[in-house]
C-alpha cells in the first residue's frame, strides 16, 4: 500500500510539474521563449488559460466592484469574453481578435516592469459588417518567461 501511495505521488508532482511548463500548441514541445520576440497566435490564449485560476482580487482593473472580484478568478473573465461571441443574433457574427506588444507595468509600490501587454476581443460584426467593440481582456508578461505581472489585468 505504501508503495502505491509515493507511485501516486510521484506521479502528481511530476504531472503538475510538467503542466507548469508552456507547451507549444502546434508542436506538443515545451515552448521556446525568445525575449525579443512577443507571443503569437495560440500562445496568446494559451498564456490567459495557464493564468485562469488567478484571483481578480489581486487585479483592480478588473471589474470597479471588490465585493464581486473577489468571488472571480480570470476563469470567469475569460469565459465571459468568449461568452460574448455566443450571445449574437442569427445574423450576426463575433470576431476574436488578439495579440502581443510591447507594454510595460507599473506596480503599487512605482516599480516598472517592462514586458509584453497581450490582449483578447471579441469584436461584434453588425448586418452592415461594422465592428463592435465587446468582450475585452488584456495583461502584462515578462519577457524572459511570460508570467503574468501582479495588478496588470484590465478587462471589461
Known amino acids: ?34 525575449p525579443a520576440h512577443p507571443p503569437e497566435h495560440a500562445q496568446v490564449v494559451q498564456l490567459f488559460l495557464e493564468n485562469a485560476a488567478t484571483p481578480l482580487s489581486e487585479h483592480p482593473a478588473c471589474l470597479g466592484a471588490p465585493q464581486i472580484a473577489a468571488k472571480l478568478t ?58 463592435h467593440p465587446g468582450g475585452f481582456v488584456s495583461g502584462t508578461f515578462t519577457k524572459d518567461q511570460w508570467r503574468l505581472l501582479p495588478g496588470s489585468l484590465m478587462c471589461l
Open 74 to 131: 480570470l476563469r470567469e473573465i475569460l469565459a465571459a469574453v468568449l461568452g460574448y461571441g455566443l450571445e449574437r443574433e442569427p445574423k450576426q457574427r463575433a470576431v476574436l481578435r488578439g495579440g502581443c506588444e510591447p507594454g510595460s507595468h507599473t506596480d503599487p509600490s512605482g516599480k516598472t516592469t517592462e514586458g509584453w501587454t497581450c490582449s483578447l476581443h471579441v469584436l461584434e460584426m453588425d448586418k452592415r459588417g461594422a465592428l
Open 1 to 34: 500500500m505504501k508503495l502505491r501511495s509515493r507511485t501516486a505521488w510521484l506521479l502528481c508532482v511530476v504531472s503538475c510539474s510538467a503542466a507548469a511548463q508552456s507547451i507549444d500548441p502546434r508542436t506538443g514541445d515545451p515552448a521556446t521563449i525568445d
